[in-house]
């Protein structure tokens, strides 16, 4: 379709300056008309209450996000469009597969000019999660372009979230393309981890969490680590190598405890007798251990995602203070904490408000060692600050 005869938004005056500033969604109220009738997820062009053309994106018509940009550009969407978006983002994270590590976000949404398309590369298998209704659209697009890059034998979809019904989509998980290893395994910095890309969290491992379970492993040696919230044990065994004493593993699923196990199992050359995995509700284990004087020198507290949005951050809060305060009278003098929050409606500033708050309760002491985030394979483009999620304080408990 030509540019011109494209079904268009109008915004209403004075509601242009957020596209102008290349922030690619546009909200429902911003919208003073709809020219022609674009379906969900069709192509329709943006323009000022002055008629100007401002942006070129995806129609979604259930969602408060009316619509969210491709491009600022005149371009064409089609899908040689989004095969030149997915090899400059392929591109960019080639630093990262030369340098040992062969699982990377490849496309990261809204930073990869791609809103709503994530896609994680674990050896020869892609994991696609599409989450607007304009990435969903373009899905075989997508299936196909990822399925061409080299060495990848499969594409699978984990499109199974709960957001895609804010888009008016049914969730979807399936193998898009060829045949899924029946032992899909990663190497990161030397450890091997088996990835659930089918039943697993995300799209089956925390690939943002890479450069913070760096650092954990270099502040482990000799020390008594508690690892809550830890999945399959990404920080578990991050520990391990890094020479820690002992860690006890904390997770209310049995399913990826056992996957924790399995991977420190493959990996013979950390002590696994150093190692203890606990199912449990982590909230009530921390009480526990905090009633019966537990004491360790390291605590990693990477939890679920208790703030999806703003509306829920004042529950968020609660949870992460009460965490962090447990944690805080855990932790012996000299000890680390290693705390995070993956809340996009918790930003950074709050959340060390919510950790400072915790530690005053708790009459601890504490400075800030670093501040953490995403992985590099993870960028936040300046014009959407909205895509900075995972943010992280390493922490040091005075002696």
Known sequence: MAAGALPALVLKPGREKSLRARHPWIFSGAIAKVDGSPASGSTIDIRGADGAFLARGAYSPSSQIRARAWTFADDTIDTDFFERRIARAAAARRPLVDAGHNAVRLLHAEADGLPGVIADRYGTAIVIQLLSAGADAWRPAFVAALGRLD?????????????????????????????????????????????????????????????????????????????????????????????????????????????????????????????EWREADVFAELRALRNTARQFDLIVLDPPKFAPTAAHVERAARAYKDINLLAFKLLAPGGLLATFSCSGGVPADLFQKIVAGAAQDAQAEATIVARLAASADHPVALAFPEGDYLKGLLLAKAA
Do not use: M, W
């Open 151 to 275: 060495g990848v034998t499969c594409v699978v979809e984990r499109s199974d979230v709960e957001v895609r019904a804010l888009e008016g989509l049914a969730p979807r998980a399936e193998v898009a393309l060829g045949v899924l290893p029946d032992d899909l395994t990663i190497v990161e910095d030397g450890i091997v981890y088996r990835v659930d890309v089918v039943g697993g969290q995300k799209t089956g491992f925390y690939l943002d969490q890479r450069d913070n379970r760096r650092i954990v492993r270099t502040h482990s040696s000799g020390r008594r680590v508690l690892n809550a919230f830890c999945y399959t044990g990404g920080f578990t065994l991050a520990a391990l190598a890094g020479g820690a004493r002992s860690v006890l593993s904390l997770d209310t699923s049995a399913p990826a405890l056992a996957l924790g196990a399995d991977n420190l199992a493959r990996n013979p050359a950390l002590p696994a007798t150093n190692a």
